[in-house]
């Protein structure tokens, strides 16, 4: 008898683990075809802009007219330090819709806030040009989607002789001319098109250790999503996160970052804002998160994080270099 039930116990088993796994499967909002995702993301972004007033990136003293009347909750901040925070973040809205290599320093290096290439940075600028393999196919990061940008690229560093380099210097000259490459020469002149005023979160507020990432800041109720999204406390369609001198997809380590910052004053004023900016790729939206820090000795707002929720729903073009 005991036989009998273990052989019967053994055939049952697989048909048992099959249907727990199809129960899973079935409830789990991260399985589905490709399809489905791609409808599912969509619905989404859809979704996103419904019912929201944006604002069209004109004329920089326009946009700032709009943008200054917005609440910054949290402690109190000085007016100086209001009005800083208002340039920085149209530095970073600017960057990505004025096309120039003067527009993405200003939002980068926060005016001219010294800085040097990463080992990362320095990395993809050598890869970039033949400097340096990584011992299998690959492409560069940051490429814009395109066959044809591609296809040059590899023929290219086939066919080209790479260039010298005698030092930092010649590599972060190099490294404008890589982004003005992957960019496309305008360098994402009008990306951006568009802000969502009222669905703008900005928060400010002050650490005394270093924080947790951007990306687990509850700007909302930690959510369930579907598809491409991660499950998280913003909406997103698979988010990308980068941080000032990071070892990952971080191209320059620009001073004083925010370790610096509180080790020399014990705390640091932050300010994390959540921003849904209407981009040009098929009239779509894309949630950006940001996190400035506060430098009292150059009295400016200096970005620390940026967060890109929106790369894997609607086959991005463009990633934005940071």
């Known amino acids: 008898m005991r036989t009998k039930l273990k052989y019967v116990f053994l055939f049952l088993l697989p048909l048992l683990v099959l249907g727990v796994m199809f129960v899973h499967r079935a409830r789990n909002p991260h399985f589905g075809t490709a ?61 990505y819709h004025d096309g120039s290599v003067e527009s993405w320093k200003r939002f980068r290096f926060s005016g001219d806030q010294p ?30 989607h395109y066959r044809r940008f591609l296809a040059d690229w590899e023929m290219r560093v086939k066919t080209n002789a790479p260039p010298t380099i005698d030092g930092e210097k010649d590599l972060e000259r190099l490294f404008f001319e890589y982004l003005r490459d992957v960019g496309c020469t305008n360098l994402y002149a009008g990306y951006f098109e568009a802000v969502c005023l009222d669905g703008m979160i900005v928060n400010h507020d002050v ?9 687990e800041y509850p700007f909302f109720p930690h959510r369930t999503q579907r598809g491409f999204a991660r499950d998280m406390t913003f909406p997103n369609e698979g988010y990308w996160p980068h941080m000032n001198g990071g070892p990952n997809w971080s191209f320059f380590n620009v001073h004083p970052n925010l370790n610096e910052l ?18 040009n790729e098929k009239g779509t939206l894309s949630p950006f998160l940001l996190r400035h820090v506060w430098d009292p000795g150059g009295q400016r707002w200096m970005v620390h994080e940026f967060v890109d929720g929106n790369l894997l729903g609607n086959d991005r073009v463009w990633r934005l270099p940071f």
């Open 207 to 215: 650490y005394t250790t270093p924080p947790d990432p951007l990306y």
């Open 262 to 279: 509180l080790s020399k004053n014990g705390s640091v004023d932050c300010i994390n804002a959540f921003v849904l900016v209407k981009i």
């Open 115 to 144: 800085g040097e290439l990463t080992s990362y940075g320095s990395f993809q600028v050598k890869f970039y040009y033949g400097l340096a393999t990584l011992g299998k196919p690959a492409i560069p990061d940051y490429a814009p």
């Open 35 to 95: 399809e489905q995702f791609r409808r599912w993301a969509a619905e989404d972004i859809a979704s996103w802009g419904q019912g929201k007033k944006f604002v069209a990136l004109g004329a920089r003293e326009d946009t700032k007219k709009s943008l200054s009347s917005r609440e910054i909750k949290g402690p109190p901040l000085t007016s100086q330090m209001r009005n800083a925070y208002w340039d920085a973040l149209l530095d970073f809205f600017y960057a």
